[in-house]
């Protein structure tokens, strides 16, 4: 959240006024964070987000539809009575985009940081972070900043290592960069938000098949 006043504004999608409102609700999420208050925390950047442009997916800010057709039409398919039958879902069971019962059981645990765990795990299993470009909500800024901010026993060669570029063939076109050091790898695809798999499939399986191979 603490970048995402900037860019929204870099991007055009804010001005300066928005602008501060958005960072004066990131600097009350985050020092809510640090008096470990994660309701006034998740509150705070609830208050941000209606100060986006109105419409526009906070998942893809390259599309004004909150809900496409493509997201529609997967909950269809999967209500399919063959299909139903084909992944074993009960006929009592239905599939919805959001489920509010499991929002509202979780929505302490969104602002909670979970840096330490993954610094811990990087001291004995590779770990693969990914970011949709065009992803607001988690932005590649943000996500970059606690990357870098990351204690580690690496953190200084990884964040010194510069991007290559990630291509689907050898001589094909750039579809986003990569850098990895250690146990760390991370991935930005371009034109993908936060549903990177469903954005571009190809991208993601291509991040899975490199990471699982050690290739990074």
């Known amino acids: 959240m603490s970048q995402m006043a900037s860019t929204s504004f870099l991007l055009g999608f804010s001005d300066q006024f928005q602008r501060n409102r958005i960072e004066n609700f990131a600097l009350k999420s985050i020092q809510s964070i640090q008096k470990r208050k994660f309701d006034v925390a998740r509150k705070a950047w609830g208050l941000a987000l209606p100060l986006l442009p109105y419409g526009m997916n906070q998942y893809n800010y390259r599309d004004m539809k909150l809900l496409d057709m493509s997201q529609k039409d997967m909950i269809a398919y999967f209500m399919e009575v063959d299909n139903r039958a084909k992944f074993g879902v009960p006929d009592d069971s239905f599939f919805e985009m ?119």
């Open 98 to 216: 959001t489920s509010m019962e499991v929002f509202r059981a979780l929505k302490n645990d969104f602002a909670i940081s979970k840096m330490q765990e993954i610094a811990q795990l990087l001291k004995t299993i590779p770990v693969l972070v990914y970011n949709g470009q065009v992803d607001m909500v988690v932005n590649v800024g943000g996500v970059m900043r606690w990357l870098e901010h990351l204690k580690w026993d690496y953190q200084k060669e990884f964040n010194e290592k510069r991007f290559s570029k990630l291509r689907l063939q050898e001589d094909g076109p750039v579809i986003g960069n990569y850098k990895s050091y250690g146990n760390l790898a991370f991935a930005v695809v371009f034109e993908a938000g936060h549903l990177l798999p469903k954005d571009n499939l190809e991208a993601s399986m291509l991040l899975l098949d490199k990471f699982i191979a050690g290739e990074f």
